[in-house]
């Protein structure tokens, strides 16, 4: 059963109209990473750090250091599927996730 | 008050010379069909270096609205104008404008929706719009269309309402025929309008801000609560720019106007240029003793529910005229909110629906003479013939 939450909350007199946020970078906040259904699953010995999935990832999910590919940021990585398609050597395969 | 100066200007040249004096900092418009020769003229006085206004023409109304949306939001005074179908495509978001709060103006010419297709004046545009959260003026003539375009920006931009008005006057009728009207002096109107001074602006770096956010389950009910406030208030803010503006310019506005509706006991409810039909026909029958008027509510958003009831109090017959069909089977929009207001009232007149000049159908003297003379009968009998009727149209 849903949980009623609403005296906790700031009400229509106290908060800014239209929606406004005072302060910006609130994306970073909501974490999109939840709406996976497909994870990818990097095959590090066959990877050649090539960058073709860090420019096509549309989440910017695609972690780096030193110009290596290092892993994927789960927090924001939607499970596209962007990033295996393009691998030029295959090394990115999906994984149904089991939630 | 300044200079006054009469010059022959059609409806939309009226609009084009208070967006000149107004000055706004963007006007994004689409330039072509169904957009009006308001933006024509504007564009013009932007080519010969009259404004400093941006100018953004745009591939379609849609996006025309958005790029008045991110402008408004950059801080900005914004302004565009559309009409009939124009209005129809700009849709998702005119909303998106008026719940985000931004004080955008924005002239409509009053043209019918197709289809078929059809070019000429009716309401249907506007009616179709009551509920997006914009203010609505409704004017009669050139001259009330340009001295409510100046009023418009102050409504919008006022603190305690921060919505979008949409300016409307009747197709062709009103915007395409040349009628002397007044301007008043460039200073005049700049001095009336103020310098805009935005709630915030998405380009302020050192005060960056979010606009339009998801806004699910949690707060957009309490955002919604908000903007019908922002309407409510806009009942008592806009009777206050209306004196601001009569004592600039000596020029009287109201929520509504009557005429000849102090003694009356007949009446007939019109917006825009039916009005100043109907008013000679309030004189022809005064001159044969009939207690006849006329009720013209200039806004309809927010709907001026105390002043519309006050000026008709008194009156035992009463017809409301739409110049759209909602398609309800119940009457069209000004006629059922009419009726639903009188619902608090200790008594209220017979009241008949007459929907008329859709598509640009004229509407004579003679069919409002007609109208007056059945609420003649159903005064003195206290029956009405027929609820809903459709006035002008071939049986």
Redesign the interface.
């Known amino acids: 059963m849903a949980k009623d939450n609403r005296d906790k909350t700031k009400g229509w007199k106290d908060i800014p109209i239209g929606g406004l946020i005072e302060k910006g970078g609130t994306a970073k906040a909501y974490k999109t990473g939840e709406w996976r259904t497909f994870c990818p699953v990097r095959d590090e010995s066959k990877c050649i750090n090539c960058m073709i999935c860090w420019a096509y990832c549309p989440d910017s999910a695609i972690k780096t250091k030193d110009g290596k590919m290092t892993g994927f940021d789960l927090d924001y990585c939607k499970g596209c599927g962007i990033c295996a398609s393009v691998c030029p050597v295959k090394c990115i395969r999906m994984e149904k996730e089991n939630k | 008050m300044g200079n006054i100066k009469l010059v022959p200007f059609t409806g939309d040249q009226a609009v084009a010379y208070a967006m000149k004096q107004i000055e706004p900092d963007v006007v994004a418009a689409y330039p072509i069909t169904p957009q009006t020769e308001i933006v024509m003229g504007f564009s013009q006085y932007v080519a010969d270096g009259k404004v400093k206004t941006e100018m953004i023409p745009v591939e379609s109304e849609h996006s025309a609205m958005s790029a008045c949306v991110g402008a408004a939001a950059a801080g900005v005074r914004t302004m565009t104008a559309t009409s009939a179908n124009g209005l129809a495509l700009m849709w998702e978001i005119v909303y998106i404008a008026a719940?985000?709060?931004?004080p955008i103006v924005m002239p409509v010419v009053n043209r019918a929706l197709s289809g078929p297709i059809n070019i000429h004046c009716d309401h249907s545009d506007t009616m179709g719009a009551r509920d997006s959260g914009w203010i609505q003026i409704y004017c009669e003539n050139a001259q009330e269309v340009y001295e409510s375009t100046i009023i418009a920006v102050r409504i919008a931009e006022h603190r305690d309402v921060?919505l979008p008005v949409m300016v409307c006057q009747d197709g062709f009728i009103t915007s395409h025929a040349v009628e002397g009207v007044q301007l008043f002096d460039d200073k005049a109107v700049k001095d009336f309008i103020g310098e805009y001074k935005p709630?915030?602006s998405l380009l302020d770096v050192d005060?960056?801000?979010?606009?339009?956010?998801?806004?699910l389950q949690?707060?957009y009910f309490?955002?919604k609560?908000?903007?019908s406030?922002?309407m409510r208030n806009a009942l008592t803010a806009i009777p206050e720019i209306f004196n601001a503006f009569e004592k600039a310019f000596g020029k009287k506005h109201n929520l509504v106007d009557s005429y000849r509706l102090d003694d009356a006991e007949i009446a007939i409810c019109a917006l825009s240029s039916t009005a100043g039909t109907v008013r000679g026909v309030v004189d022809k029958l005064r001159k044969e003793g009939h207690k006849v008027g006329l009720l013209k509510p200039r806004v309809f958003r927010p709907f001026p529910k105390d002043a519309i009831m006050k000026s008709l109090s008194g009156v035992k017959a009463l017809a409301v005229f739409d110049r759209s069909e909602s398609f309800s089977s119940q009457g069209g929009p000004l006629f059922t909110e009419i009726e639903a207001a009188f619902y608090d009232e200790k008594s209220h007149p017979s009241i008949i629906n007459c929907i008329y000049g859709l598509g640009g159908r004229d509407i004579f003297e003679s069919d409002i003479e007609g109208v007056f003379r059945q609420l003649i009968d159903t005064a003195k009998t206290g029956k009405v013939k027929e609820k809903i009727q459709f006035i002008g149209v071939r049986e």
């Not at chain 2, 005060?207 to 806004?215: A, E, H, I, N, Y």
């Open positions: 719940s985000t709060r931004l921060l709630r915030f005060k960056p801000s979010t606009v339009g956010p998801l806004d949690d707060f309490e955002h609560r908000q903007q406030q922002g």
